[in-house]
């Protein structure tokens, strides 16, 4: 599916089904670097539940057009602009890592408009490191590796190989886009004060073993909002859509029926 915002097309996975403005909708929202692909066990999932189900391309990453957009507060007054042209509704926001970040800015500004809020390994903040920063916004390669290095817990390594490095395939779209993506996460102060404007039911989900947000920071998380559920993945790192997507999507899909 191609619409298009701000005078730039924007791609995202639709599964094949036609939207239907009666049905539930949930957005996806994919990691620092990544795109659409990475829901590619969830988003068919979903839909046979019975939903609308669309797996964004932010700008610039996939198929969308760019060039990235530098501030998570930024991607998501653009988010509200999608939401708009497609028209959508009753609205559930599911984040990844940085997609979380950009669903908790969304409550933040747009509280009235989520149904539901699904996060799965993200926090209200999401440092990074200042090197690996560089490294990314040098161009160099090897920013992938070490991204996937603290992405794996200990867990399993990935059926294909690095997620990351098959869809970040050059230096200028590691300095382009991931460097871009990172800088983003690190300059995110807002989230603190954003979940005091959650209202709605909240789903967390983490990986036991997860080294970018660790289980602590991620209990301490769900703490701060009210009434949400929490559901935690065993032998599982950071990447949990992709380490173990059937876990996390048939806990997702109990959260959206409860």
Not at 45 to 56: E, K, M, P, R, S
Not at 152 to 179: D, H, M, T, W
Not at 194 to 215: H, V, W
Request: proline share 2%; glycine share 8%; hydrophobic share 40%.
């Amino acid at each position: 599916m191609i619409i298009e915002v701000d005078k730039k097309k924007i791609f995202s996975s639709d599964v094949g089904q036609s939207f239907d403005k009666n049905k539930d909708t949930i957005i996806l929202l994919h990691g620092s670097g990544q795109s659409h692909v990475v829901w590619s066990l969830t988003d068919q999932y979903l839909c046979d539940q019975g939903y609308n189900v669309f797996a964004l391309d932010l700008p610039g990453h996939g198929n969308s057009e760019g060039p990235c957009l530098k501030s998570i507060e930024e991607i998501t007054l653009w988010l509200q602009k999608v939401i708009e042209k497609i028209g959508i509704n009753h609205l559930t926001i599911l984040g990844h890592s940085q997609g979380c970040l950009i669903a908790l800015e969304y409550a933040n500004q747009f509280s009235k408009k989520l149904k539901k809020l699904i996060f799965v390994a993200g926090s209200y903040e999401i440092p990074v490191n200042k090197s690996l920063i560089n490294l990314a916004a040098s161009g160099d390669m090897e920013s992938l590796n070490l991204m996937m290095k603290w992405g794996y817990g200990y867990s399993k390594q990935f059926i294909g190989g690095n997620p990351l490095q098959k869809i970040l395939n050059s230096s200028r779209e590691v300095r382009e886009v991931l460097a871009v993506d990172l800088t983003a996460c690190n300059n995110y102060k807002n989230g603190i004060h954003a979940i005091k404007k959650i209202s709605c039911p909240t789903l967390l989900i983490f990986g036991e073993l997860d080294k970018m947000i660790k289980l602590d920071k991620g209990k301490e998380f769900s703490g701060l909002i009210p009434g949400s559920k929490t559901h935690i993945i065993k032998d599982c790192g950071h990447m949990i859509i992709l380490e173990n997507a059937f876990e996390m999507r048939e806990k997702v899909a109990e959260f959206l029926k409860s």
